[in-house]
């Protein structure tokens, strides 16, 4: 059981090149999102997804593109990158149930991170 | 707004003493809150969490957290620190309700340091 696979685990680019991040679960989370950490800011959210198919914004969703096309893989693209794009990025899982609330109870599995670099 | 103050950037503490890594919230409705720890180069890792009930609330390696309403607080606590304790502490709470489904808000993180 892998859990949250991220890759790559670093990255360089130069500023206005493409690439795309990618982020795999096996434990079957509807729930999946994107977060990059930056030095004193904690986590900000980027986009979300509840099942595939679905995405939606989060908190600085500005310059990133994602989609769902399988309950496992939810990539991160960025366009044309940036220096203020330079961050640690996170992808995190979690279930979705439909019984009361629990989604809100369930917590988010995290992968190890990629570390991106924009020159 | 939603927001988690964690208003410690370091707290350092010997082995062996206890620690307290605080955390404050301000949410619409109730909280669900969350306590992950960071190790380097790795991921946030849960700890515990609070949904209702008992204030104090058991988690991973000898963790607790307990939650207190009226001064919106879930401090995170252990009564004897680990020099492998050491490590990244963030405190995260989910609204009940919201626009972004299943959001988490997360404080900006506590360095612990366990000296020998």
């Known amino acids: 059981n892998a859990g949250v696979t991220q890759t790559p685990k670093f990255q360089v680019l130069k500023t206005g090149q493409s690439m795309t991040l990618q982020c795999a679960q096996d434990m079957n989370h509807e729930y999946m999102s994107w977060y990059r950490q930056d030095p004193g800011m904690g986590l900000r959210l980027i986009h979300y997804s509840v099942g595939a198919g679905i995405t939606d914004q989060g908190e600085v969703p500005n310059g990133y593109n994602v989609s769902r096309s399988t309950t496992e893989d939810f990539p991160l693209r960025l366009l044309s990158a940036a220096p203020s794009q330079t961050s640690v990025y996170f992808c995190?899982?979690?279930?979705?149930?439909?019984?009361?609330?629990?989604?809100?109870?369930?917590?988010?599995?995290f992968g190890n991170g990629t570390r991106l670099t924009v020159t | 707004a939603q927001s988690v103050a964690q208003p410690e950037d370091q707290v350092n503490v010997a082995e062996g003493n206890p620690l307290t890594v605080k955390c404050t919230y301000s949410v619409s409705g109730n909280p669900y809150l969350f306590w992950y720890v960071q190790y380097p180069n790795r991921g946030l890792q849960f700890l515990l969490k609070?949904?209702?009930?008992?204030?104090l609330v058991k988690g991973s390696y000898g963790f607790e957290a307990e939650f207190n309403k009226s001064q919106t607080s879930f401090h995170l606590k252990k009564p004897s620190a680990l020099v492998s304790d050491s490590a990244l502490y963030f405190c995260a709470v989910r609204p009940d309700r919201g626009s972004t489904l299943g959001r988490l808000y997360f404080g900006r993180g506590t360095q612990l340091t366990v000296w020998p």
């Open positions: 609070y949904i209702t009930g008992d204030n």
């Open positions: 995190a899982s979690s279930y979705l149930s439909k019984q009361g609330s629990p989604i809100y109870n369930s917590p988010l599995h």
